[in-house]
């Protein structure tokens, strides 16, 4: 059973920049796509980033050119750098194991989800 763990999330200004990490266990994430969503309060989920096992990568077009999704396999490990982070940018960010190999936006995609990460920026 594969578990997934974010960390990094916390406050930060709007113009600043956080770093979330998801750290896998119970399995590998190698092979799969690896995602990250957002969850806003009274807003339903949505895609916000994915990676592929080789490296391409998909974005949100809210946050494209502002986040940077990475990877590290052997790791088990998943990133995302979010800089000039906006207010609207708040929200719990969890990662996901997709049962595919290549990057997709749809929630039914993904298979394994973390607990989230609270991500807050103050105006």
């Known amino acids: 059973q594969v578990q997934l763990a974010e960390s990094g999330g916390g406050l930060a200004q709007a113009g600043g920049s956080l770093r979330l990490s998801c750290a896998a266990s119970g399995g590998t994430l190698s092979i799969f796509v690896m995602g990250w969503f957002r969850q806003a309060p009274g807003k339903e989920r949505e895609f916000v980033a994915a990676i592929s096992w080789s490296g391409s990568t998909l974005y949100a077009d809210s946050v494209k050119g502002r986040f940077t999704i990475s990877r590290d396999n052997a790791k088990n490990t998943v990133f995302v750098q979010m800089n000039s982070l906006k207010p609207e940018d708040t929200a719990v960010y969890y990662c996901?194991?997709?049962?595919?190999?290549?990057?997709?936006?749809?929630?039914?995609?993904?298979?394994?989800w973390g607990q989230g990460t609270q991500v807050t920026v103050s105006s």
């Open positions: 996901a194991r997709s049962r595919y190999r290549f990057p997709g936006t749809g929630f039914g995609e993904y298979n394994y």
